[in-house]
């Protein structure tokens, strides 16, 4: 059979409707697709031992010759046992293979293969159970580096390997898309090279060149996605020049005196305001750094000039709360501010879209609602983002359109999560970056302990301590509701005892603190009763929020103290470093307590990390090297394509390598139009094809 890219894996001998549905479920239909579905590792199967030499650790390939004819023997129905004795001049090897019938005929007395698996000793005897064996001389899977593939039910890693393996010949119809002065530059291996040898590698340096090259290759074309963005936006249009003001009139607006660190970022965001070129500008400050008064003092200068602003909060919660503070800061000062949300009713909605467009609302606060198409605004001239992970390149691309007369929106983004640093340089590419480096003064740290079940009534007391001395507790689950089938593919239990808000309050409510004032929030409540539970803990009448993750982001209540996180094991570090960022906002002493019953040792290594620190910066550098970048930015959605290979935690210096190659390749083709670089141009709009705003 010739192999092309476009072979269906059906005509594949072996592969028939069941199999082939199966590896459609990894995204693979075609021969090109096996080639570029990587392996996430390798086993190292070139070092073949002696029977005597043998360790007995880990799997090994002894070289041996079959001393006898396999013996097949059914034990019982439904179990069928081989068993082979193998020698070499070392010694004899007893083989067992269980319900592998075709090993009797496959192993031939008097041949020589080589065996796969891992050696075992009973007294003197030397076994190996079920392993993998191939001729001598015949080999594709022993003897080499073989490949270990990210596999699905049904589709073995030996099936996809040899799949793969016949599919190695059309590397070579894979074009070559990293143009030549790339290469050269750079010393990357070629395109089929890479291809093949990222499967199936001579050696460690052939596996590295490949690895390098591909890696190389993906971070090129997201680089290179980035710096034309940027470049294009910097030559698109004016911004709105907002006039300076007077700050002090501002600060005199504000319950405290602003920060060093928040004062520089104000004037920062005021000197972008006033250029007369858009601002795009990332404001990085962790959790309670006082990112709020930088947004108002934004939005604040933008009504003084006449102008409209909007700000977007990640979740309705946090819109609501955000209008509330804001309304009572800026209101005084003839600010006007408004509320956009999914859940206001058609008639409210239609009311607030014809104030923004007459202009009447000059601050707009709300959730994504604010862009949808059909919003239209008067002088937009400012948009503020809260909590930017949230809200990706393809959203800001959107926003850019928002303006018109051929002006651009300021971009004010705002985020709490400390992005590491060759995240940042992806991601924030296109963005000039503030850090509020400082917290307001009076903070008191937050104590954080790892806790296990056998000191839970303990914690109760605690949380009855709280309330006693007037304050009030976060009690945060990782369920809304018990469902069984949330379970976690590789659980170790599928009896879930994940606690559930709604059962577990109720459990609270009538076993624990029967004289407490409990409520609870949760993403599924109705948007009105969401703002119900968090007006009620607000205003201190709650004394107890049991509460799921919407609490996570920006969430304000000084008089919170404590928060106590179950099942804290099944959240990422920094998503737990935000929600202990929802206490000790105030002047209170404040904890936070993991509560965790995992038996995993890094599990437990994570959240100790998590109480020793409480600098975002390193917490999120660890969450990258333990689950990679998904948790910061989710999936495709947020305009950051899928790396296969690139590891963003350990490429540092490669990624600043194919930075410079894509930079410097723009800066000669600005618009991609060289012949030679058209396929740059046909992958970086492919990589960015779920975002078509970008590149339309
Ligand atoms: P975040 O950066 O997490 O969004 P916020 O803007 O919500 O932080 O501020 C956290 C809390 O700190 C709020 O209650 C706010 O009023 C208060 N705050 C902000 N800046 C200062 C300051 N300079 N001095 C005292 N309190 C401040
Ligand atoms: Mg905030």
């Given amino acids: 059979m010739d192999i092309t890219r476009d072979t269906p894996l059906t005509s594949f001998p072996g592969v028939g409707e069941a199999r082939a549905k199966k590896l459609e479920k990894l ?94 000793e009973q007294g003197r005897r030397r076994t190996m159970v079920n392993p993998i064996f191939e001729r001598v001389g015949k080999q594709s899977f022993t003897g080499c580096i073989m490949p270990v593939y990210r596999l699905t039910a049904g589709i073995s890693n030996h099936l996809l390997a040899s799949l793969v393996r016949q599919a190695l010949p059309c590397a070579a119809q894979f074009p070559e898309t990293l143009p030549q002065s790339v290469r050269q530059e750079h010393s990357l291996a070629a395109a089929e090279f890479s291809l093949k040898n990222i499967h199936f590698p001579k050696d460690e340096k052939a596996l590295e060149l490949a690895r390098r090259r591909l890696a190389f290759e993906e971070l090129f074309y997201l680089a290179a996605g980035f710096s034309f963005l940027k470049s294009r936006r910097s030559q698109g249009g004016e911004g709105v020049s907002i006039p300076p003001c007077s700050k002090a009139e501002f600060l005199s607006l504000l319950p405290f005196v602003p920060t060093a660190a928040q004062s520089r970022v104000m004037d920062e965001v005021a000197a972008d305001m006033a250029s007369g070129k858009p601002m795009n500008r990332l404001v990085q400050g962790d959790v309670g750094s006082g990112k709020t008064a930088v947004a108002a003092y934004a939005g604040w200068l933008c009504a003084q000039g006449g102008c409209q602003a909007a700000l977007m909060a990640p979740t309705e919660v946090l819109a609501e709360q955000h209008f509330k503070s804001l309304s009572a800061l800026l209101a005084p000062a003839g600010v006007r501010v408004g509320l956009l949300t999914g859940s206001l ?26 862009i949808s198409a059909g919003v239209a605004f008067r002088r937009l001239a400012l948009i503020v983002a809260d909590e930017q992970h949230r809200f990706g390149v393809a959203q800001r691309a959107a926003l850019a359109s928002k303006s018109g007369e051929g002006t651009s929106p300021h971009v004010l983004v705002m985020s709490a999560t400390p ?92 076993e624990v603190f029967p004289d407490l004032r409990l409520g609870i929030l949760h993403g599924k409540m109705k948007p009105r009763e969401k703002e119900a539970a968090m007006a009620a803990f607000t205003c201190g009448e709650t004394q107890v929020l049991v509460a799921t993750t919407v609490v996570e982001v920006g969430v304000d209540v000084p008089n919170a103290s404590l928060i106590i996180i179950e099942n804290a094991d099944r959240f990422g570090l920094s998503q737990l470093h935000q929600l202990r960022g929802r206490v000790g906002r105030g002047q209170h002493p404040s904890h936070c307590v993991l509560i965790t019953s995992t038996r995993s040792r890094e599990a437990m290594e ?26 910061f930015f989710g999936n495709r959605q947020h305009g950051l394509p899928q790396m296969k290979l690139a590891d963003l935690a350990g490429d540092m210096r490669l990624l600043s390598q194919a930075q410079e190659a894509a930079r410097s390749l723009l800066d000669r083709d600005p618009q991609l139009i060289q012949p030679e670089n058209r396929p740059v141009w046909e992958r970086v709009r492919r990589l960015f094809a779920d975002t078509p705003d970008i590149f339309n």
């Fill in 27 to 120: 995204g693979l239909s075609s021969a090109g697709d096996l080639l570029t579905w990587y392996p996430r590792d390798y086993e190292d199967r070139r070092k073949v031992y002696s029977i005597r030499d043998a360790p007995l650790e880990g799997r090994v390939c002894i070289s041996a010759m079959a001393a006898e004819h396999p013996r097949l023997a059914r034990i019982r129905k439904g179990l069928e046992l081989v068993q082979v004795k193998v020698v070499d001049h070392t010694g004899a090897l007893h083989l067992t293979f269980f319900n592998q019938g075709y090993v009797e005929r496959a192993i031939r007395a008097g041949e020589d293969y080589i065996f796969y698996g891992t050696v075992e």
């Fill in 345 to 370: 009713t058609a008639a409210e909605k239609k009311k607030v879209r014809a104030a923004l467009a007459e202009g009447e609302i000059d601050f707009a606060v709300g959730t994504h609602a604010l």
């Fill in 419 to 510: 992005i590491p640093r060759t995240l940042a340089l992806i991601i924030y590419g296109d963005l000039d970056v503030s850090v509020i480096d400082q917290l307001p003064p009076g903070r008191t740290p937050i104590e954080t302990y790892v806790v296990r079940e056998d000191k839970r009534q303990r914690m109760y007391g605690f949380v009855r301590k709280q309330v006693a001395e007037g304050r009030q507790v976060y009690i945060i689950c990782p369920a809304v509701e018990e469902n069984p089938d949330a379970a976690l593919p590789g659980e170790e239990s599928p009896i879930l005892n994940l606690k559930a808000v709604k059962t577990y309050a109720e459990k609270l409510q009538k």
């Fill in 606 to 631: 994570r959240l100790h990390t998590l109480a020793s620190t409480t600098d975002g910066f390193q917490i999120s550098e660890e969450d990258l090297k333990a689950r990679g970048p998904g948790d």
